[in-house]
Nanobody, 114 residues
Framework: VHVAESGGGLVQPGGSLRLSCFASGSIGSIYTMGWYRQAPGEQRDLVAG???????NYADSVKGRFTISMDNGKNTMYLQMNSLKPEDTAVYYCYLGVYGTDYWGKGTLVTVSQ
């Protein structure tokens, strides 16, 4: 199993981006996936999570602005980010928990700046 993010980049405050995370290999029907982010000098924190039964959770700082979703047919998780703020600037990591093992992507940089 391998996960890889895409979709990061530079966006102005108030703008939108959509991140994608593709999970290669068989991930079965019971898993947890999520997006974490890490700003320079900060710890890696959960942004949003989703389970195989569709339960979602969000960090308070992104509620109402970010939406996590999963396309099971494509083994791809998404993070739609709207109303982006400079404080959303960070490396965003994809996480997959399946078969008792954690898998992490290498991260994609999101920069929110004028």
């Amino acid at each position: 199993v391998h996960v890889a993010e895409s979709g990061g980049g530079l966006v102005q405050p108030g703008g939108s981006l959509r991140l994608s995370c593709f999970a290669s290999g068989s991930i079965g029907s019971i898993y947890t996936m999520g997006w974490y982010r890490q700003a320079p000098g900060e710890q890696r924190d959960l942004v949003a999570g989703i389970t195989s039964i569709g339960t979602t959770n969000y960090a308070d700082s992104v509620k109402g602005r970010f939406t996590i979703s999963m396309d099971n047919g494509k083994n791809t998780m998404y993070l739609q980010m709207n109303s982006l703020k400079p404080e959303d600037t960070a490396v965003y990591y994809c996480y997959l928990g399946v078969y008792g093992t954690d898998y992490w992507g290498k991260g994609t940089l999101v920069t929110v700046s004028q």
